[in-house]
Protein backbone atom coordinates (compact mmCIF):
# COMPACT_ATOMS: atom_id res chain seq x y z
CA UNK A 1 0.00 0.00 0.00
CA UNK A 2 1.59 2.97 -1.17
CA UNK A 3 1.80 5.94 1.59
CA UNK A 4 2.81 9.57 1.42
CA UNK A 5 3.57 12.06 4.04
CA UNK A 6 3.95 15.44 3.72
CA UNK A 7 5.93 17.49 6.45
CA UNK A 8 7.44 20.90 6.79
CA UNK A 9 5.07 23.67 5.95
CA UNK A 10 4.21 26.19 8.29
CA UNK A 11 3.80 30.25 8.43
CA UNK A 12 6.80 32.59 6.60
CA UNK A 13 7.20 35.66 5.84
CA UNK A 14 7.33 37.31 2.11
CA UNK A 15 10.87 36.67 1.11
CA UNK A 16 11.06 33.63 3.59
CA UNK A 17 11.88 29.94 2.71
CA UNK A 18 10.73 26.69 3.70
CA UNK A 19 11.59 23.15 3.54
CA UNK A 20 9.21 20.77 2.43
CA UNK A 21 9.43 16.86 2.99
CA UNK A 22 7.67 13.53 1.79
CA UNK A 23 8.23 10.26 3.58
CA UNK A 24 7.01 7.46 1.16
CA UNK A 25 6.60 3.79 1.67
CA UNK A 26 4.86 0.49 -0.19
CA UNK A 27 6.45 1.33 -3.72
CA UNK A 28 10.21 0.89 -5.23
CA UNK A 29 10.94 4.74 -4.30
CA UNK A 30 13.72 4.67 -6.92
CA UNK A 31 12.13 3.58 -9.76
CA UNK A 32 9.61 6.38 -10.32
CA UNK A 33 9.49 9.75 -10.80
CA UNK A 34 8.20 12.36 -7.82
CA UNK A 35 6.46 14.92 -8.06
CA UNK A 36 5.20 18.35 -5.87
CA UNK A 37 1.64 19.73 -6.54
CA UNK A 38 -0.19 22.59 -4.40
CA UNK A 39 -3.81 23.49 -4.22
CA UNK A 40 -4.65 27.24 -3.23
CA UNK A 41 -8.27 28.02 -1.42
CA UNK A 42 -10.73 27.77 -4.46
CA UNK A 43 -8.30 26.56 -7.19
CA UNK A 44 -7.58 23.45 -8.87
CA UNK A 45 -4.51 21.10 -7.73
CA UNK A 46 -1.59 22.37 -9.52
CA UNK A 47 1.90 20.87 -10.81
CA UNK A 48 5.04 22.48 -8.95
CA UNK A 49 7.99 20.35 -9.95
CA UNK A 50 9.33 16.43 -11.05
CA UNK A 51 12.21 14.72 -10.38
CA UNK A 52 12.71 11.68 -11.87
CA UNK A 53 13.96 8.30 -10.18
CA UNK A 54 17.21 7.26 -10.96
CA UNK A 55 19.18 10.30 -12.78
CA UNK A 56 17.63 12.55 -10.56
CA UNK A 57 16.31 14.64 -13.79
CA UNK A 58 14.24 18.16 -12.68
CA UNK A 59 11.61 20.56 -14.34
CA UNK A 60 9.47 23.06 -13.03
CA UNK A 61 6.45 25.09 -13.29
CA UNK A 62 7.28 28.79 -14.75
CA UNK A 63 5.88 29.91 -11.09
CA UNK A 64 8.31 28.72 -9.38
CA UNK A 65 11.34 28.03 -11.35
CA UNK A 66 14.89 29.85 -9.83
CA UNK A 67 13.07 29.87 -6.56
CA UNK A 68 12.24 26.56 -5.69
CA UNK A 69 13.99 23.35 -5.78
CA UNK A 70 12.77 19.80 -5.65
CA UNK A 71 15.27 16.98 -4.76
CA UNK A 72 15.24 13.54 -3.53
CA UNK A 73 17.33 10.97 -1.29
CA UNK A 74 16.64 7.21 -2.41
CA UNK A 75 18.19 5.93 0.46
CA UNK A 76 15.68 7.44 2.75
CA UNK A 77 12.42 7.14 0.49
CA UNK A 78 11.81 10.88 1.00
CA UNK A 79 11.36 13.68 -1.81
CA UNK A 80 12.24 17.26 -0.74
CA UNK A 81 11.05 20.71 -1.93
CA UNK A 82 13.56 23.57 -1.18
CA UNK A 83 11.16 26.98 -1.50
CA UNK A 84 13.00 30.24 -1.59
CA UNK A 85 12.31 33.74 -1.73
CA UNK A 86 8.80 32.68 -1.06
CA UNK A 87 5.35 35.05 -2.22
CA UNK A 88 1.67 35.30 -0.82
CA UNK A 89 0.77 33.68 -4.09
CA UNK A 90 2.92 30.39 -2.81
CA UNK A 91 0.08 30.15 -0.19
CA UNK A 92 -1.67 26.55 -0.78
CA UNK A 93 -1.46 23.21 0.39
CA UNK A 94 1.18 20.87 -0.87
CA UNK A 95 1.36 17.24 -1.56
CA UNK A 96 3.92 14.92 -2.73
CA UNK A 97 2.87 12.25 -5.80
CA UNK A 98 4.39 9.14 -7.11
CA UNK A 99 3.74 8.19 -10.73
CA UNK A 100 3.99 4.62 -9.20
CA UNK A 101 0.21 5.14 -8.25
CA UNK A 102 -0.50 8.78 -9.65
CA UNK A 103 -3.99 8.95 -7.91
CA UNK A 104 -2.53 8.39 -4.45
CA UNK A 105 -2.04 11.82 -2.40
CA UNK A 106 -1.32 12.20 1.17
CA UNK A 107 -3.24 14.97 3.36
CA UNK A 108 -0.80 17.64 2.60
CA UNK A 109 1.61 20.32 4.35
CA UNK A 110 0.05 23.59 4.69
CA UNK A 111 1.81 26.32 3.29
CA UNK A 112 1.04 30.26 4.53
CA UNK A 113 2.99 32.99 3.30
CA UNK A 114 1.89 36.10 4.98
CA UNK A 115 3.13 39.10 6.55
Known amino acids: QVQLVESGGGLVQPGGSLRLSCATSGFTFIGYTMSWYRQAPGKEREWVAD????????TYANSVKGRFTISRDNSKNTVYLQMNSLKTEDTAVYFCQTKYSPTTWGRGTQVTVSS
Open 51 to 58: ITGTFKYT
